[in-house]
């Protein structure tokens, strides 16, 4: 039997770090973790599916939802509408099972406030024109919403402070390996070693004026 309640990692990065590409690894090769699928009111991509990258739903659907209290946070982002519902959540954390939960920054800072059983990892680009480059090399966005994301992206970088671990995602390899390692040490409580590598202090300073991100 499982005694423990399942752990909520939290990841949050600038669109176009390859969070998504990283996080779709760790869950793939891991039964023990799996998404909370959460909502939107943004248009579905080619290869989304309803129910498993996201609720798709309408603006009156998503703001009948947040009035009921359905959402643990939420969060307008580039246009559109995104949030986690409680459903998402509570049933696999209750049966043990960990959960990764990707939020854009805002909804990251609500968890920080209403989670005190989360982890909280932030992925960060190599610099500012490697994250241009992939988000426009992605192909599923227009210009204009590439702008809108790029736009924001300093306030994103800004909010790295909030997290227990920053990792420069050189590599997808690599930050998938320190993502697991992670994972594996809050699993174990055992997290000395973890904190102390992917310490978001030290990561940003060794960063050293290649991103835009205030000192605190
Ligand atoms: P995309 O449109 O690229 O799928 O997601 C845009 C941003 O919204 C990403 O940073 C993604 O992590 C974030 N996002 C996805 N689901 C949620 C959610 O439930 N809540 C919040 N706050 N952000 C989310």
């Given at each position: 039997?499982?005694?423990?309640?399942?752990?909520?990692?939290?990841?949050?990065?600038?669109?176009?770090?390859?969070?998504?590409?990283?996080?779709?690894?760790?869950?793939?090769?891991?039964?023990?973790?799996?998404?909370?699928?959460?909502?939107?009111?943004?248009?579905?991509?080619?290869?989304?599916?309803?129910?498993?990258?996201?609720?798709?739903?309408?603006?009156?659907?998503?703001?009948?939802?947040?009035?009921?209290?359905?959402?643990?946070?939420?969060?307008?982002?580039?246009?559109?509408?995104?949030?986690?519902?409680?459903?998402?959540?509570?049933?696999?954390?209750?049966?043990?099972?960990?959960?990764?939960?990707?939020?854009?920054?805002?909804?990251?800072?609500?968890?920080?406030?209403?989670?005190?059983?989360?982890?909280?990892?932030?992925l960060?680009?190599?610099?500012?024109?490697?994250?241009?480059?992939?988000?426009?090399?992605?192909?599923?966005?227009?210009?204009?919403?590439?702008?809108?994301?790029?736009?924001?992206?300093?306030?994103?970088?800004?909010?790295?402070?909030?997290?227990?671990?920053a990792i420069?995602?050189?590599?997808?390899?690599?930050t998938?390996?320190a993502?697991?390692?992670?994972?594996?040490?809050?699993?174990?409580?055992?997290?000395?070693?973890?904190?102390?590598?992917w310490?978001?202090?030290?990561?940003?300073?060794?960063?050293?004026?290649?991103?835009?991100?205030?000192?605190?």
């Amino acid at each position: 039997m499982n005694l423990r309640a399942g752990i909520p990692f939290v990841v949050s990065a600038p669109s176009g770090t390859g969070k998504t590409t990283v996080c779709r690894a760790v869950v793939e090769g891991d039964d023990g973790i799996e998404f909370s699928v959460s909502h939107t009111t943004r248009a579905r991509r080619p290869g989304e599916e309803d129910g498993v990258h996201y609720h798709f739903v309408d603006r009156d659907a998503f703001a009948a939802l947040a009035k009921r209290g359905g959402f643990l946070e939420h969060a307008e982002y580039a246009g559109n509408r995104y949030g986690t519902s409680w459903t998402a959540i509570d049933e696999p954390l209750a049966a043990g099972r960990d959960l990764i939960l990707e939020v854009e920054v805002q909804g990251a800072r609500q968890l920080r406030d209403r989670r005190s059983d989360a982890r909280f990892l932030f992925l960060l680009p190599p610099s500012l024109s490697e994250l241009e480059r992939r988000l426009r090399g992605r192909g599923t966005d227009s210009d204009e919403a590439v702008r809108a994301r790029l736009d924001i992206v300093e306030s994103e970088l800004a909010a790295v402070h909030l997290f227990d671990y920053a990792i420069v995602n050189e590599s997808i390899e690599g930050t998938i390996r320190a993502v697991r390692e992670i994972v594996a040490a809050e699993r174990e409580g055992v997290t000395e070693g973890v904190r102390a590598k992917w310490d978001r202090a030290r990561v940003v300073a060794g960063l050293a004026g290649t991103l835009p991100i205030p000192s605190v």
